[in-house]
């Protein structure tokens, strides 16, 4: 099993960047699949991104393409979330989650795949 904690929300303009990170800690990191998870006020919770085990295979949400980066550091335990170009209807709780796929390059965008959930960082976007 393993423990995901967020960091890096907080508040921005429009058109400004955050980076979020998910440090992991328990299991081995390199076993799990990582996915990045948003729930706005009043909404279900929606797929931004995700990674496989080895981070050679990613995914994006149509709503951040091109905004949105994701990676990986097996070695620091972290997956990070790099935001560009943030927009208000990008403002929510980003939730961190992890998973224990077979295959190095499976990854999933559907949020029922995953275990292990973190606590949640805020980001708030600014018009």
């Known amino acids: 099993q393993v423990h995901l904690v967020e960091s890096g929300g907080g508040l921005v303009q429009a058109g400004g960047s955050l980076r979020l990170s998910c440090t992991a800690s328990?299991?081995?990191?390199?076993?799990?699949?990582m996915g990045w998870f948003r729930q706005a006020p009043g909404k279900e919770r929606e797929f931004v991104s995700a990674?496989?085990?080895?981070?050679?295979?990613?995914d994006y949400a149509d709503s951040v393409k091109g905004r949105f980066t994701i990676s990986r550091d097996n070695a620091k335990n972290t997956v990070t979330l790099q935001m560009n170009s943030l927009k208000p209807e990008d403002t929510a709780v980003y939730y961190c989650?992890?998973?224990?796929?077979?295959?190095?390059?499976?990854?999933?965008?559907?949020?029922?795949?995953?275990?292990?959930w973190g606590q949640g960082t805020q980001v708030t976007v600014s018009s």
């Open positions: 989650a992890a998973y224990r796929p077979y295959y190095t390059t499976a990854y999933s965008s559907a949020s029922n795949r995953y275990d292990y």
């Open positions: 328990g299991d081995s990191f390199s076993r799990y699949a």
């Open positions: 990674i496989s085990r080895s981070g050679r295979s990613t």
